[in-house]
């Protein structure tokens, strides 16, 4: 069975479908959870379903460096196959990204945006301020640009005339939530 960490800055949502398929599907174990915010509601969610959530602690001075360092330390403890990062807000390394390549570890991330389109920290406000019809998300392996990294899939969905960016933010979160799990199984099992 494959091991899966995973990095989250956030609520969690993407993080729980994932846990959540994971336990279904038997395909795959989450292993941890790491997150760069103590706060974070993803820590919570990883505890309910029993997986190690562990904080990992950015000190004012240090660098990116020494913090991917620290990342990577706690991460192989854990020994994963692949790194999933579900709303973590934090660019990796090009230390931290030769580390995994170099021992076969797969490192994904899921963007609210139809890449190249919308990269950085606001893709679904971006879209929606850009007043475009339909927008998106992308699952992409992760390179040591921002959000620039190989597609793996994308997903489009139009925008609904008179919707809130809260609202369509939250839609679209939704759709994540089943797509992410939805193309990590199909790499899990090879067809993509
Ligand atoms: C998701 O919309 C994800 O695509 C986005 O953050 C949100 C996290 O939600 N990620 C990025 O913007 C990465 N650049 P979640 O914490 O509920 O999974």
């Known amino acids: 069975m494959k091991k899966i960490a995973i990095l989250a800055s956030g609520s969690g949502s993407n993080a729980e479908a994932i846990m959540k398929w994971a336990?279904?599907?038997?395909?795959a174990e989450?292993?941890?959870?790491?997150?760069?915010?103590?706060e974070a509601r993803v820590l919570e969610r990883a505890f309910n379903h029993?997986?190690?959530?562990?904080?990992?602690?950015?000190k004012k001075l240090e660098s990116r460096e020494e913090y991917d360092q620290k990342l990577i330390v706690r991460l192989a403890d854990f020994n994963p196959d692949w790194i999933v990062l579900a709303g973590y807000m934090k660019l990796l390394t090009p230390k931290f990204l030769h580390v995994f390549r170099e021992s076969g570890v797969r490192v994904i991330n899921i963007h609210p945006s139809l890449l190249p389109l919308f990269p950085g920290l606001d893709g679904y406000g971006d879209a929606y301020r850009a007043g475009v019809k339909e927008s998106g998300c992308t699952i992409h392996y992760v390179d040591e640009g921002m959000d620039t990294g190989e597609i793996i899939a994308q997903k489009t969905f139009p925008l609904i005339p008179g919707e809130t960016l809260e609202e369509f933010k939250a839609r679209g979160l939704l759709i994540e939530n089943a797509f992410y799990p939805e193309i990590l199984e199909k790499l899990l099992t090879q067809l993509l």
């Open 30 to 38: 989450v292993v941890c959870v790491l997150s760069d915010k103590r």
């Open 50 to 58: 029993n997986v190690p959530g562990l904080y990992v602690r950015k």
């Open 23 to 27: 336990k279904a599907s038997g395909l």
